[in-house]
């Protein structure tokens, strides 16, 4: 049974949303502030957080930076106004999803669901589909309709890092982290110079590029298909 984790500071929101996952099988843990929420998320570690925006001692942004320091716990996150989301999918701040209040508690319960399945897929999987590429990623190797492209360990790290969530921004920080395992500020333009290189070998038209895309003033996303 996945435990999760809400972290709301209206008490009847978690109430019912409490009562809607409990229905659909999960195991619920609440915290209805930041400080406590976060000290509950080391000590449960649930599989996954409902991530209140504003919250009374730590806010949300910095609760979902935290998890992410250390893990990848999907995180929906709630915010109040269309505008806050907006501005998190800018920020990319370690959000899986998120959902702009009010809502339906079905429609959490549903993205709850398709978290948790996007995440067990990526864990069990070992070939990575994507457009009409394939990562094999014990063979460390790239396909596409059959023709293998090289890519150095860097750079195959940092595809396998976009890939595997695609649509998803990331941040040259994040990037870094994801091929070093630890972000030095002031390193992040390196990313581009490796971002240049995996695209001259990936896309046909590098100016063009329909696989890795520039999101500017943010970093990069992989493209959907
Ligand atoms: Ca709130």
Known sequence: MAKILIIEDEAELVKVLRSYLEKAGFDVI?????????????????????????????????????????????????????????????????????????????????????????????????????????????AHRVTRHGDQLDFTPTEFNLLVAMANQPGRVFTRLQLLESTQGIAYEGYERTIDAHIKNIRAKLETDPKKPQYIETVFGVGYRFVKD
Not at 34 to 48: C, V
Not at 55 to 66: F, Q, W
């Open 30 to 138: 609440t915290a209805l502030r930041g400080d406590s929420g976060l000290e509950l998320w080391k000590r449960e570690k649930p599989d996954l957080v409902i991530l209140d925006l504003n919250l009374p001692g730590i806010d949300g942004l910095d609760i979902a930076r935290e998890i992410r320091k250390t893990s990848i716990t999907p995180i929906l996150m709630l915010t109040a106004r269309v505008e806050e989301a907006d501005q998190l999918v800018g920020l990319e701040m370690g959000a899986d999803d998120y959902i702009t209040k009010p809502f339906s508690p079905r429609l959490v319960v549903a993205r709850v669901r398709a978290l948790l399945r996007r995440i067990a897929i990526s864990q069990s999987s070992e070939v990575l589909h994507v457009q009409d590429i394939e990562i094999d990623l014990t």
